[in-house]
Nanobody
């Protein structure tokens, strides 16, 4: 069984920083792209950042220059460093990964972690 588990969310003041982590576990052979999405109340889920297995990255315009995605392939972990946080960054953040496991190739999601930016 493959699982993605996020951590690191919480309450932070505007202008503050947070670091999210997502660990993939199970009988995994390899992981392709890893991504962070977010969903604010009443809004559609949106792609925040993505990173390929070789480290190529891309970001939503709304977070460029403030968020940094990285990964540790040895630990099957992806990170999202968030700085200069704004109220509009408040959302549930989800980890997503395309990976090969004993179950074949599939797309997996974490359960989400809440990020609240408020004074």
């Amino acid at each position: 069984q493959v699982q993605l588990v996020e951590s690191g969310g919480g309450l932070v003041q505007p202008g503050g920083s947070l670091r999210l982590s997502c660990v993939a576990s199970g009988s995994i052979y390899s992981i392709n792209d890893m991504r962070w999405y977010r969903q604010a109340p009443g809004k559609q889920r949106e792609l925040v950042a993505a990173i390929s297995s070789r480290g190529s990255t891309n970001y939503a315009d709304s977070v460029k220059g403030r968020f940094t995605i990285s990964r540790d392939n040895a630990k099957n972990t992806v990170y999202l460093e968030m700085s200069s946080l704004k109220a509009e960054d408040t959302a549930v953040y989800y980890c997503n990964a395309d990976l090969y496991s004993t179950l074949g190739f599939a797309d997996y999601w974490g359960q989400g972690t809440q990020v609240t930016v408020s004074s």
